[in-house]
């Protein structure tokens, strides 16, 4: 990770344009945290780029996906799909979104 690189102000546009679906979708408090982060994978099996969506809620169990595509590649579709998954399982979730827009967990 290059701290000095110059910052991508479409990225960073579109972060937190997710933040915001996320939450409204959710309909979360400011007191939940939603995060948003671009991944450069070196293991040979696994996609160069990975973004991973986090809820962190306080008291409750961490939501996360990983999806395998960029920050700007990233669908409405995919957001609605997290959204879905975190309404519909209480439990704690950690899942990949595979190429295929199939979610396979990872718990």
Same mark, same amino acid.
């Not at 939450?23 to 293991?43: G, K």
């Not at 704690?92 to 718990?107: I, W």
């Given at each position: ?8 102000? $479409?990225?960073? =546009?579109? #972060?937190? $344009? ?5 939450? =409204?979708?959710?309909?979360?408090? +400011? ?10 994978? =070196?293991? +040979? ?5 990975? #973004? ?11 939501? =996360? ?9 990233? #669908? $409405? ?10 309404q519909n399982n209480p439990q704690? #979730? $950690? ?13």
């Open positions: 990770m290059d701290l000095f690189a110059k910052r991508n102000p $479409e990225k960073i =546009q579109r #972060t937190q $344009e997710i933040k915001a679906r996320v939450t =409204q979708l959710l309909s979360l408090n +400011d007191d939940v945290t939603v995060m948003v982060t671009e991944l450069n994978c =070196q293991d +040979d099996d696994c996609p160069e780029v990975e #973004t991973v969506i986090a809820i962190f809620e306080p008291g409750k169990d961490k939501i =996360q996906i990983t999806l395998h595509s960029s920050i700007e590649e990233i #669908t $409405e579709e995919e957001i609605e799909r997290f959204c879905r998954n975190a704690p #979730t $950690e899942a990949s979104l595979g190429a295929s827009g199939t979610v396979n967990p990872t718990v």
